[in-house]
């Protein structure tokens, strides 16, 4: 029987737990709400509540011979991810997992201006995210580069999917950066991101990382509209690059001002991906049923 650990067993990490499951795995999950964890032990997971800002509140973990998969989202400011740190700080007392798969993101690369990135490309991001992202990539690698562990790296794009729509930002009529303006940006249905998480675990070699999207790259303000047709909707304002620097959070002002188009695939061709979300209409059509 496989063991799996999921650390941050949230959105998508109770997909590839539920999937797991399914498969006959026995599988612990991690979780910091006290609500996640009456969910996941309702369905029959092993849960433990854990907050992984300080070292001394994550349990000990048995991780020898498990696959361990860390969704845990960087701490807000700064330029290092110190959550990713203590995990690895947490796992160094143990016998070694079989791997790790980290699930990182595309903000990790330099801007483009629209320019093709792989797996290869630079990573110098320009946002902190980006910087955390990538702070807690060189994290995993460096503990499993100590302890001969393998460690695959998943870098998603922008993921939606049931309950995972901007219908809030579309319902309050947020403001648009103008289609003019919008370079392309990339995404991938929850399912497919959950599938390629598992088929990471199977497929993915030591210092394997993978760009996750599913190829069909559109800008932001495309996005938005198209869930607001979906939805019945009227579409959001646009603003220009200039009047949304004011008007937007910072954090969607850096969605909006980066832009580049990820190729993927080495996630197709390597681990056998065969998206059942190729494109948005076929995704936001999924996540509206």
Request: proline share 6%; charged share 20%; net charge neutral.
């Amino acid at each position: 029987m496989k063991k799996i650990i999921i650390a941050g067993c949230g959105y998508i990490g109770t997909r590839v737990a539920r999937t797991w499951k399914e498969n006959g795995a026995e599988v612990t999950c991690l979780v910091r709400s006290s609500e996640r964890q009456s969910t996941l032990l309702s369905e029959g997971f092993t849960t433990l509540s854990c907050r992984f800002d300080d070292l001394a509140d994550i349990p000990t973990l048995d991780v020898a011979d498990c696959i361990v998969y860390y969704f845990v989202p960087p701490p807000g400011g700064g330029i290092a991810d110190f959550r990713a740190r203590n995990f690895c700080s947490a796992l160094s007392g143990s016998a070694s997992p079989a791997r790790i798969i980290y699930i990182s993101a595309t903000s990790v690369y330099s801007e483009t201006g629209g320019g093709v990135v792989t797996e290869t490309s630079p990573t110098a991001p320009a946002s902190a995210m980006g910087k955390r992202r990538l702070d807690a990539e060189h994290a995993f690698r460096e503990y499993g580069a100590t302890i001969g562990l393998p460690v695959i790296i998943l870098r998603v794009s922008g993921i939606y999917g049931p309950g995972r729509l901007p219908l809030m930002q579309i319902q309050q009529g947020q403001q648009l950066l103008r289609e003019e303006e919008a370079g392309p940006s990339n995404r991938i249905h929850a399912d497919d991101l959950a599938r390629v998480c598992l088929a990471a675990a199977e497929k993915g070699q030591a210092g394997d990382i993978f760009n996750v999207s599913d190829g069909h790259p559109s800008s932001m303000t495309v996005y938005f509209n198209a869930c607001a047709d979906a939805l019945g909707l009227p579409r959001q304002p646009q603003v220009t690059m200039g009047a949304a620097r004011q008007v937007m959070s910072p954090l969607m002002f850096s969605y909006v001002s980066e832009s580049r188009v990820v190729d993927n695939s080495k996630m197709i061709e390597k681990l056998g991906i065969a998206l059942r979300y190729p494109s948005l209409a076929e995704g936001i059509g999924a996540s509206l049923g």
